[in-house]
């Protein structure tokens, strides 16, 4: 009998699942709302959980990106840059108007990246943590923050060694869903909210399978993400008219 070929997915080809359940989750949540389609709520409750992937995905690739690029300012730099070319977009999808009340998740990938940059120069332990605290303090006003910078934090720190990278990752979203869980029942949110968080033990599989090499090394595949970011919250909106 044939032995069974174990399952390995490059860097590319997990950032294609990540941008798919990214699309997922924010068509659900902007199209799909319980409130006003009841009858859709097991669609929902689907569409949001397998979109819980992306942004772990997303924070998981900024520590490798930082870890291989060859000019981490030319990095910082394309983060800038798609951040606040996106700010218009996120606000437009989720407020229904150019002004928002927080900053879009690319903007957490740039003060998480910024963190690493400065953390690689600081030999004090003590001034390391208190540069650590300071950026995931500012990161409260982002998409993602706080929890974000801090899955970067412990990627970062585990860097080259998987095991210890998901070990410490299941540590933080288990403390995570029990307090997203306690937050629902404080404040009488629906069941189903906290249902979708689940789908955060969806990496685990994801990053397991990870054979750490990057897939093809294309322009399309290079610039993806950061034009399908902006542009879907475009279409998502125009769709929600």
Not at 127 to 133: D, E, Q
Not at 153 to 182: H, P
Request: hydrophobic share 50%.
């Amino acid at each position: 009998m044939m032995k069974k070929n174990k399952i390995e997915l490059n860097r590319t080809q997990i950032k294609y699942i990540a941008i798919t359940a990214m699309l997922f989750d924010h068509l659900a949540a902007f199209l799909l709302s319980p409130e006003k389609h009841p009858e859709l709520i097991a669609l929902y409750v689907i569409m949001r959980t397998i979109g819980r992937v992306a942004a772990p995905v997303m924070f998981y690739f900024l520590v490798e990106g930082f870890t291989h690029t060859s000019s981490k300012w030319n990095y910082c730099l394309r983060l800038l840059s798609f951040a606040i070319l996106s700010q218009i977009p996120y606000s437009l999808m989720r407020y229904g108007s150019v002004a928002s009340g927080d900053l879009n998740v690319i903007f957490t990938l740039l003060i998480s990246f910024l963190m690493m940059a400065v953390t690689d120069r600081i030999n004090s332990q003590i001034i390391k943590g208190m540069a650590v605290a300071l950026f995931m303090l500012i990161s409260v006003f982002s998409d993602w923050g706080l929890l974000g910078p801090l899955m970067v934090w412990i990627f970062y720190m585990k860097k080259g060694d998987k095991t210890k990278q998901i070990r410490k990752y299941l540590m933080i979203i288990c403390i995570q869903l029990i307090c997203t869980v306690i937050f629902l029942i404080c404040n009488t949110q629906n069941w189903y909210d906290g249902i979708c968080q689940l789908g955060i033990f969806l990496v685990l599989q994801l990053l397991h399978f990870y054979n750490g090499e990057p897939g093809r090394r294309t322009t399309v595949n290079k610039w993806l993400f950061y034009v399908f970011y902006p542009l879907h919250f475009l279409v998502i909106w125009i769709l929600s008219f």
